[in-house]
């Protein structure tokens, strides 16, 4: 299986110019990045991450991609190539390759993206995808979770929550605002929120040692988020607020350059929901005192 299928994808990837050897030999011969080299993987596991029963395999695939986009946007970089390694099992594995390889072989081509190699087996086990990104970014201009000072502003992306409708399997990477607010402001920290926008900004406060004060009214609440309530027994906030696989951008940056960017057309809505504090911890002032808010979480087996 492993031998006609590689030379079926041979046929299909397209050579570009960040790779110069890929599919076919024991590694890859990449062109080497401008500025530094960034680098992310995740892996998707069937039952875990998506349901092979239930969920088309090329948005299987076509996920598996986009997930570490979303890394490498909130790292403020540039992706260039990609490695992808499936775990397929016994039965039907040609099938299941292909399909998945739909998805991931759409991804590249709307992101430009090289696939520079990768590994197939198969075992009696789910399927497992796993995607190397590479990219690039420049010389000590990544976005960190550490760098949040107090008094900066924290911004949110799109609309979070409900994504389980739908939007998880199709997310869309924040590249191009990343780059855009990397050309017009000092983006101080960044994070994806691929866990939930609560938990997400907990963590890049405490990388950062820092806290925030938050306006909860302020969270921009996605339709599907609404949608969900009205079966889920939770109200749209708390899928705003905890919901997984959002995959939109967390950033900070100091309040003058967030007053500017209030009147630009970025492409995406950002919207400020609250600013950065010395305390830690997430908090919420409400008539005068601060409520300490507790970061809550996506857990898989909601799936």
């Given at each position: 299986?492993?031998?006609?299928?590689?030379?079926?994808?041979?046929?299909?990837c397209?050579?570009?110019?960040q790779?110069?050897?890929g599919i076919?030999?024991?590694?890859?011969?990449?062109?080497?990045?401008t500025?530094?080299?960034?680098?992310?993987?995740d892996?998707?596991?069937?039952g875990?991450?998506?349901?092979?029963?239930?969920?088309?395999?090329?948005?299987?695939?076509?996920k598996?991609?986009?997930?570490?986009?979303?890394?490498i946007?909130?790292?403020?970089?540039?992706?260039?190539?990609?490695l992808v390694?499936?775990a397929?099992?016994?039965?039907?594995?040609?099938?299941?390759?292909?399909?998945v390889?739909?998805?991931?072989?759409?991804?590249a081509?709307?992101?430009?993206?090289?696939?520079a190699?990768?590994?197939?087996?198969?075992?009696?086990?789910?399927?497992?995808?796993?995607?190397?990104?590479?990219?690039f970014?420049d010389?000590?201009?990544?976005?960190?979770?550490?760098?949040?000072?107090?008094?900066?502003?924290?911004?949110?992306?799109?609309?979070?929550?409900?994504?389980?409708?739908?939007?998880?399997?199709?997310?869309?990477?924040?590249?191009?605002?990343?780059?855009?607010?990397?050309?017009?402001?000092?983006?101080?920290?960044?994070?994806?929120i691929?866990?939930?926008?609560s938990l997400?900004?907990?963590?890049?406060?405490?990388?950062?040692g820092?806290?925030?004060?938050?306006?909860t009214?302020?969270?921009?609440?996605?339709?599907?988020?609404?949608?969900?309530?009205?079966?889920?027994?939770?109200?749209?906030?708390q899928?705003?607020?905890s919901?997984?696989?959002?995959f939109?951008?967390l950033?900070?940056?100091?309040?003058?350059?967030?007053?500017i960017?209030?009147?630009?057309?970025?492409?995406?809505?950002?919207?400020?929901?609250?600013?950065?504090?010395?305390?830690?911890?997430?908090?919420?002032?409400?008539?005068?005192k601060?409520?300490?808010?507790?970061?809550?979480?996506?857990?898989?087996?909601?799936?």
């Open positions: 299986m492993e031998h006609s299928f590689l030379a079926y994808l041979r046929g299909r397209r050579k570009l110019t790779v110069t050897v076919g030999d024991d590694a890859a011969v990449i062109e080497p990045a500025g530094q080299q960034i680098a992310c993987v892996q998707i596991i069937d875990v991450d998506f349901l092979s029963g239930k969920h088309p395999l090329a948005d299987v695939g076509y598996s991609v986009a997930i570490n986009l979303s890394d946007a909130a790292m403020g970089g540039n992706p260039t190539s990609i390694t499936l397929l099992p016994n039965q039907n594995s040609t099938r299941i390759a292909g399909e390889y739909e998805g991931i072989l759409e991804a081509a709307e992101f430009n993206l090289a696939i190699g990768g590994d197939i087996s198969t075992y009696d086990g789910p399927l497992a995808v796993s995607v190397t990104l590479l990219g970014v010389r000590d201009k990544a976005f960190l979770r550490s760098n949040a000072t107090e008094g900066d502003a924290i911004m949110v992306s799109g609309a979070v929550g409900g994504s389980i409708r739908g939007r998880h399997l199709r997310p869309v990477p924040r590249l191009d605002l990343a780059q855009r607010l990397r050309h017009s402001v000092e983006v101080t920290s960044a994070i994806d691929s866990d939930g926008l997400d900004l907990d963590r890049l406060c405490a990388a950062s820092v806290g925030a004060e938050l306006d009214d302020k969270i921009p609440v996605h339709k599907d988020a609404e949608l969900l309530s009205e079966s889920s027994g939770r109200t749209p906030f899928h705003a607020w919901d997984g696989e959002d939109e951008l950033v900070t940056m100091s309040q003058k350059d967030a007053d960017l209030a009147g630009q057309e970025l492409g995406t809505p950002l919207t400020q929901i609250g600013n950065i504090v010395g305390r830690t911890g997430l908090w919420q002032r409400q008539q005068g601060l409520k300490r808010l507790s970061p809550q979480g996506y857990t898989h087996e909601s799936l």
